[in-house]
């Protein structure tokens, strides 16, 4: 599996402390209520008054959305935005709210998603201190490339990749993010009950996520 070296081209590209994905479910076990759920609860999160002064207390959080389905379905639903002030960030926020789903198909592609993301933090025009990947959806893997082995890619290329589990339709799957998802500096895995409370729960991700300080690997 080959990336594109996002180091090489570092000198060309805009400096950041962050670079983060965000990675949601669009498969068809998702219905259009719990979609509009993830969409609206990511756009709450960036209106949430502590994640945006933990955005503005870092020298550039650099911010994409990315829907996923099966192994052959992953798309931009939302680009790269520079969230430097808070007119960016509400802007961004706005965006969000306002993206449209894009193609629906059936499988869960957990480790292509994550191979998407990959590619498009390495091929972006920023370079991040951190670059972290952040997967949320409610089944696990079924078809295309093992998650487990592009996490440990992601982690040797000192990615960090978070997880968000959705439980409403296997219980599990907390523990199976945690065995083969999560991975890298300081990865953490935050837990959503149902749709209904994935909002919160991206609240509480993402002051986590872009609260923490940069530490450089490269």
């Given at each position: 599996m080959v990336f594109v070296g996002g180091a090489a081209l570092a000198a060309d590209r805009q400096r950041v402390d962050l670079e983060l994905v965000l990675a949601v479910d669009n498969s068809l076990s998702v219905n259009q209520r719990e979609y509009d759920l993830q969409i609206?609860?990511?756009?709450?999160?960036?209106?949430?008054?502590?994640?945006?002064?933990?955005?503005?207390?870092?020298?550039?959080?650099?911010?994409?959305i990315v829907q996923w389905s099966n192994h052959k379905q992953q798309e931009a639903g939302v680009a790269w935005s520079l969230l430097d002030s808070a007119a960016a960030i509400s802007a961004f926020a706005d965006q969000v709210a306002a993206a449209p789903r894009l193609e629906v198909s059936g499988g869960t592609g957990l480790g292509a998603a994550m191979v998407y993301a990959m590619r498009s933090i390495e091929t972006n025009r920023f370079a991040g201190d951190r670059r972290v990947i952040d997967v949320s959806g409610d089944g696990q893997n079924n078809m295309g490339v093992a998650p487990v082995s592009i996490r440990d890619t992601a982690v040797a290329a000192g990615y960090t990749v978070n997880g968000l589990a959705i439980l409403d339709e296997e219980p599990w799957l907390d523990r199976y993010y945690a065995e083969n998802v999560i991975g890298g500096p300081g990865a953490f895995l935050e837990v959503a009950a149902d749709f209904d409370s994935f909002a919160e729960a991206m609240r509480r991700k993402l002051r986590r996520e872009i609260g923490s300080r940069p530490v450089v690997l490269r």
């Open positions: 609206s609860g990511i756009a709450e999160a960036f209106r949430d008054p502590d994640v945006i002064n933990a955005i503005l207390s870092h020298d550039g959080v650099a911010v994409s």
